[in-house]
């Protein structure tokens, strides 16, 4: 129907003529309140807005000269953040001379990537910044 005959039967209901898709060959539209329309609009991007996952970043703090048991439990928190969908940043703290020893940093978080590679892949590279080392992984 011609769009001058659709605007006079919308407004013999008591409605709007309301263009649902623009894109489609022909264009389609229906008889519609436009305050309800918008109303429902709007519930609808609340709902979509409440269900969403805002991504935080958690910070996992180490040491060079780890020890086993304590490298583990540190583990244990990066797997938890991870399956909670955050992103996780591992830094690495050099102290004194320690400094003089990057190559165990950068082999202790060669070894934290190669244990995450099943759950999470690596957002920035490690990169020594001052006297700190840091990476920063997300859940794949």
């Known amino acids: 129907m011609n769009t001058r005959e ?15 898709s623009p894109n489609a060959q022909p264009p389609v539209a229906k008889y519609l309140d436009v305050g309800k329309f918008k109303y429902e609009a ?39 953040f991870i399956d909670n969908g955050d992103k996780v940043k591992v830094t690495l703290r050099f102290r004194g001379r320690e400094m003089s020893h990057q190559q165990l940093g950068m082999a202790l978080l060669v070894r934290v990537q190669e244990d995450m590679k099943e759950t999470a892949k690596v957002e920035a590279y490690p990169k020594l910044e001052g006297r700190q080392m840091l990476m920063v992984l997300s859940p794949k």
């Open 6 to 20: 659709a605007i006079e039967r919308a407004a013999e209901v008591g409605l709007d003529l309301v263009e649902v």
């Open 42 to 80: 709007q519930k609808k991007a609340n709902a979509a807005r409440k269900t969403q996952k805002v991504q935080d970043v958690k910070e996992i703090k180490m040491r060079p000269n780890i020890d086993d048991h304590d490298y583990n439990v540190k583990m244990r928190n990066v797997n938890k």
